[in-house]
């Protein structure tokens, strides 16, 4: 997985997917006899007549409005019944009995992972003859579980603004929540953060699930591993206690994630959010200097959704009942703008060829001198060796002052774009199976002004390529096995990946003179480098430079199986299931193979003999060579 789609990536993306689908297939197809995820629900109920007597055998129809779904069960020896492995969404219920009027309820809402519970009273009469109530009149409160839960609908999503257009912030919405994540733009890919305290629980101990399946990067339980467009989510619940056991992997708040699936007509959006440098005021930074061009800012962020029936007339489905799909597609393409704040001292010019007369004139006690004698060097220049050389290449040249001394002063605007496809098909072999799958691939990447998480650099020229793609596949198949017994079975495979590489790292001399402990060539970079206790080099008396530890890479896999089991005896309804997950964390070491340097000024001498002049030097230059002295080269 790359973080650019090209057509030999998208053909790899495509034969691991397909591999995919046959194994789960194969899994499904094995377990279909034995075999109701977190994020469904169900619709139970017990069915009588005025008098209160149960009627058994009656039967019970739900269907979704959009026409993808029906469910067919009967009513036991009790008249109860229950139709499990309901996606968030609207129903409407019938209910006929020989020798009753027909009942159906339209348009009762169903959230993700909700249990309502429909008591339906039949009147004696014809079956010609039908009793319709409303949603509104039904199924109102919830009496079938104790759990504690907000729902955030499809519509009410399409409706709200989201900073970011990160869907996980819609958990802000939940009482009981809040938010630890930072972020007031909220970001995706690698970047994202999913630091929200649900009911004073720690952030990481929440679980985010998506379509049933596993959604958390276990290896940090901070972000996720793909962001879905918000546009491609069809209802979003947060569980945040008092919740059943099937939710007891995380010791906290739990949020359900349903994507959207097609309907029997064709439906379908496109989108796009832009922000400019154009409707922005400049920055402190540049307003401090009106010469400064405004930085460039720039993002966008479009896409489209597209849904519908699978079908060839008069060939395949033509009642468009059978098979559906939803596609999703999103692009980001954003700017970043950083600055250097404050600026990092550098030497002057004449300073890099070794000319420090400036410095000895202002500072006679700063004034460089020559470790092997303990006098300034003569004319107070200071010869440059090959190494001192070298290592100048990692200090950007001064381009203005600060506290009095040359500084460099950098504003950078690196990429980050960012790439997801969504596809979802729902197959329906009867009216008491169906088999779901849902693909969803993220590209991410992004570049830093420095090298990331590594030993940490005063300047911003030497850049990090973060490339961080992200995958999730489920596999669902709900079996109504009998009227009384019934089955869901989930099966999902998630994943996200890091790769780091260094940008305009300057390139290792040939025949670089300074001599190291292992014969590993450096790995063809520079070592970098940090001075320490020179009040000259900022408040901290420091100045770094870092080549970074790169190539880098991490993946971290999580297989996840889940198989939850409905039996209905009599007026009891039970559940039970089994849960399963096999997580990977498969992360390089990070170790510096081209070293690093480091110098610090209050040192008086050199560990087993010689010694330094404590402050014979207050520049990169004076530095670098007494380094190179040091070291032999």
């Known amino acids: 997985m790359k973080a650019h789609l090209i057509p030999s990536v998208s053909l790899r993306n495509l034969c691991a997917a397909s591999l995919a689908i046959c194994i789960a297939l194969l899994i499904l197809l094995s ?14 109920g017990t069915v009588t007549d005025k008098s209160g007597a149960a009627v058994a055998g009656a039967e019970v129809v739900v269907k979704n409005t959009a026409g993808s779904l029906t469910r067919t069960t009967n009513t036991n020896g009790d008249g109860a019944f229950v139709v499990p492995g309901l996606p968030g969404d609207t129903y409407n219920l019938f209910v006929s009995a020989k020798g009753f009027e027909k009942y159906q ?24 003859e039908e009793v319709v109530v409303t949603g509104e009149s039904v199924a109102q409160v ?18 709200l603004v989201l900073n970011g257009r990160n869907f996980t912030q819609l958990v802000n919405l939940a009482p009981g929540v809040v ?12 970047y994202g953060n999913v630091a929200y305290s649900m009911n004073g629980g720690r952030t990481e101990y929440n679980n985010w699930e998506l379509d049933g399946g596993d959604n958390m990067d276990n290896g940090s339980n901070a972000t996720l591993n793909v962001y879905p467009n918000p546009e491609a989510i069809a209802e979003f619940k947060v569980l945040t206690s008092n919740y059943g056991a099937q939710y007891g992997r995380n010791g906290s708040g739990t949020v359900e994630v349903e994507t959207k699936s097609g309907t029997s007509s064709f439906h379908g959006s496109a989108f796009e959010y832009l922000r400019n440098d154009f409707f922005n005021a400049r920055s402190w930074e540049q307003g401090a200097d009106p010469s400064q061009p405004k930085a460039p800012y720039k993002k966008h962020d479009f896409g489209y959704t597209i849904g519908g029936p699978i079908f060839i007339p008069n060939r395949y489905n033509t009642a468009k009942k059978k098979t559906f799909f939803f596609w999703s597609q999103e ?10 704040s404050p600026p990092p001292n550098v030497p002057s010019d004449t300073e890099r060829t070794g000319d420090f007369n400036a410095l000895c004139a202002a500072a006679p006690g700063d004034c460089p001198k020559d470790p092997s004698t303990g006098n300034p060097f003569p004319g107070n220049i200071v010869p440059i060796d090959p190494v001192g050389q070298a290592l100048l290449s990692l200090i950007p040249t001064a381009n203005t002052t600060s506290k009095g001394f040359p500084a460099v002063l950098e504003t950078v605007s690196l990429p980050e774009t960012w790439r997801e496809e969504l596809v979802r098909v729902d197959h329906n072999f009867s009216d008491n199976y169906r088999l779901t799958f849902r693909y969803i691939h993220d590209s991410w990447q992004t570049q830093t002004e420095n090298p990331l998480w590594g030993n940490g650099t005063s300047f911003e020229d030497i850049h990090t390529n973060f490339v961080g793609p992200g995958s999730s596949f489920v596999a669902r198949l709900n079996a109504n096995i009998t009227p009384t017994l019934l089955n869901e079975f989930v099966a999902s495979y998630t994943a996200d990946h890091i790769f780091l590489t260094a940008i305009n790292n300057p390139a290792l001399p040939a025949n670089f003179p300074m001599g190291v402990l292992f014969a590993n060539g450096q790995v063809g970079k520079l070592p970098a480098i940090s001075l320490g206790s020179n009040p000259e080099y900022g408040t901290d008396g420091g100045m770094t430079a870092d080549t970074g530890y790169f190539p880098w890479n991490n993946a971290n896999p999580v297989y996840t199986y889940r198989d939850n089991m409905t039996k209905i005896i009599a007026n009891h309804t039970l559940q039970f299931g089994v849960y399963a997950a096999f997580a990977q964390k498969n992360e390089q070491n ?3 193979i081209q070293g690093i340097l480091t110098f ?12 330094i002049c404590k402050r014979s030097t207050t520049t990169a230059i004076g530095w670098l060579n007494l380094t190179s002295r040091m070291t032999g080269a």
Do not use: M
């Open 31 to 44: 377990l279909a006899p034995i075999s109701v995820a977190q994020d469904t629900g169900y619709i139970s």
């Open 105 to 128: 309820a339209k348009s009762v809402n169903l959230d993700v992972a909700q249990k309502i519970r429909i008591d339906v009273a039949l009147t004696v009469g014809a079956v010609t």
């Open 142 to 159: 919830e009496t079938n579980s104790s759990d504690l839960t907000s729902t955030i609908t499809g519509k009410q999503i399409d409706n």
């Open 179 to 190: 938010s630890q994540t930072g972020q007031d733009d909220a970001k995706v890919g690698v």
């Open 331 to 340: 692009w980001r393409r954003e700017k970043n703008v950083t600055t250097t």
């Open 590 to 592: 990070s170790p510096y």
């Open 600 to 611: 610090d000024s209050s040192n008086t001498s050199i560990p087993g003999g010689g010694s």
